[in-house]
């Protein structure tokens, strides 16, 4: 049964990450900021050396990793709760239709899940999502036994995160 159940999340999983491409892609070369004047744009100062916040681009913020395992200990919360509706509006946008489903093949009163070790970040590239995963180790029992996996957490800067997709075995 548990065979039938890893095969219906890597569904459930290429069907998202389908979904997700070109969508919510984050752009390589960070963007204007308002309030900055971009180095095309600056208008010279008489006499006056060119401030450094004027052509400064703020660093990409880094992962959101503490935030991200506080994400994911919520929704296994939820989980294990059996509060399912509760989970799945934790997801995100694109993750809002398969994600209910993906629960209610798991998710019973039996359910105890935790978070169970150190976050790992994946960068944009080094997987099949096209931005900044944050995957976060999860263990316990489902209706099925003793199970463990992650929770991908969706980390796309200027944006909430969000519960891209779960996966047990």
Avoid: H, W
């Avoid at 971009?38 to 503490?66: C, I, K, N, W, Y």
């Avoid at 059996?82 to 239709?97: M, R």
């Avoid at 009163?109 to 070790?117: A, D, F, I, W, Y």
């Amino acid at each position: 049964m548990a065979a039938v159940v890893l095969v219906l999340m890597t569904i459930v999983g290429l069907v998202v990450i389908m979904q997700g491409e070109g969508e919510g892609e984050v752009p390589t070369e960070p963007q204007g900021q308002p309030g900055l004047t971009q180095p095309s744009q600056q208008v010279p100062s008489e006499g006056l050396p060119p401030s450094p916040t004027a052509t400064a681009t703020a660093p990409a913020p880094g992962p959101r990793v503490a935030a991200a395992t506080a994400m994911a200990a919520k929704f296994v919360a939820f989980m294990s709760a059996n509060q399912q509706k509760e989970a799945a509006a934790l997801g995100c946008e694109d993750s809002k239709q398969l994600l209910p489903g993906a629960l209610m093949l798991i998710v019973d009163e039996q359910t105890k899940l935790k978070v169970s070790g150190k976050a790992i970040v994946q960068e944009p590239g080094t997987t099949a999502y096209p931005m900044r995963i944050v995957l976060v180790p999860i263990a316990g029992k489902t209706r099925f036994g003793p199970e463990s996996g992650f929770v991908r957490i969706q980390d796309i800067s200027g944006q909430p995160l969000c519960v891209r997709i779960y996966e047990l075995k």
